[in-house]
């Protein structure tokens, strides 16, 4: 591959996603400071508050200026400082506030992505594997309903079978309140409040490996390679695993860093539901409390996400594919 063409390739996708990151900074301050209510207001409920008191949080917090003198002064702590400001609720810096429920929304999105990869390569290489059948029909079904139910929907769903009608987990949270346990006891219970949410996370991506996996496995069906093993007299179940999935997966393995961020981006509301301490909860309370720089924090930690998840998955396919890099170039 010719270094230079990949470098400018590398250099355009780059700057993309730099601007990219700049106008979600730019429109979600602006939009964020839209929405109806006062955040000063909501930590002063009691009429007997002072005015003198109230007046001093507005200057405090800044929010005395103007919209723009506010984006300007964001801006400058942010890119000079790296510092995403002063939570108004929490009364503490938001680079604390959201880093510390950053490791529950990975540790909910790995565990769901792992549920829905793993189950959806292996319906998702039946169906592929026996096209037209009714095994094939019934996983295609079951794959598109769970693929099409709203995030929310799964979760009170799940919540309502296994939390409430049939109490066999948890029903929010991340661990036992006031339980005080440690050691295996302690992760248990950690494993037993992650099973409802993840699933119902795992479920909405199901889908799209099952269908991925399926059309992978129909197009390596007809390869040559597959009709010469099956040929030979090697049993069935092992040209499904040795020849036929090993080259089907590959896209599956492209998507997976794709869905990554999109999943996390996309637990807001099962976090919600299941009141899991994730950034997803996080984004929630703070529009209900009117918490700018936490909202603002949230959100652009989700949003690096998503961009540098699409950035790295497009240098992968520039360095394997050559035509990309030439027909960006052009």
């Known amino acids: 591959m010719n270094l230079k063409a990949f470098a400018r390739f590398a250099i355009k996708k780059v700057s993309g996603a730099a601007i990219t990151l700049f106008t979600i900074i ?46 300007i002064a964001f801006l400058r702590q942010l890119f000079l400082y790296g510092d995403l400001g002063f939570s108004f609720w929490q009364r503490r810096p938001v680079m604390n506030v959201v880093a510390e429920r950053i490791p529950q929304t990975l540790l909910l999105t790995l565990t769901a992505l792992v549920i829905a990869v793993i189950m959806g390569i292996i ?31 799964m ?34 219970d950690v494993l037993l409040h992650l099973v409802l949410p993840a699933s119902a996370v795992g479920c909405l991506y199901f889908g ?33 695993r040795r020849h036929a999935l090993r080259n089907a997966i590959l896209p599956v393995i492209t998507l997976t860093g794709v869905s990554i961020a999109y999943c996390i981006a996309g637990t807001v509301q099962i976090e919600t539901v299941f009141s899991y301490p994730g950034v997803g909860l996080l984004l929630y309370q703070s529009v209900m409390n009117r918490d700018y720089p936490v909202l603002q924090g949230a959100f652009l930690v989700l949003s690096i996400a998503v961009v540098l998840a699409n950035l790295t998955v497009d240098l992968i396919y520039g360095r394997i594919d050559p035509r990309i890099v030439i027909g960006v170039g052009q």
Do not use: N
Not at 36 to 53: A, C, H, S
Not at 209 to 237: F, H, N, P
């Open 26 to 71: 730019c429109v979600s301050f602006i939009l964020f400071r839209l929405a109806p209510g006062d955040p000063i207001r909501l930590m002063f409920l009691d009429p007997r508050v002072p005015p003198d008191e109230i007046v001093g949080m507005y200057e405090r917090f800044g929010l005395d200026k103007t919209l723009w003198q506010q984006f």
């Open 123 to 153: 319906f998702g290489a039946i169906a592929g594997w026996k096209t037209g059948s009714k095994t094939d029909v019934s996983i295609l079904s079951i794959a598109l309903i769970l693929s099409s139910i709203p995030a929310f929907c």
């Open 155 to 188: 979760g009170i769903l799940l919540l309502l079978s296994f939390a409430i009608g049939l109490p066999l987990f948890p029903i929010g949270g991340r661990i036992t309140a006031a339980s005080m346990l440690t050691g295996f006891a302690h992760w248990r």
């Open 208 to 240: 799209t490996y099952v269908i991925l996996t399926r059309g992978a496995m129909q197009d390596v069906m007809g390869q040559d390679y597959i009709t010469s093993a099956m040929a030979k007299g090697i049993k069935e179940s092992a040209v499904l």
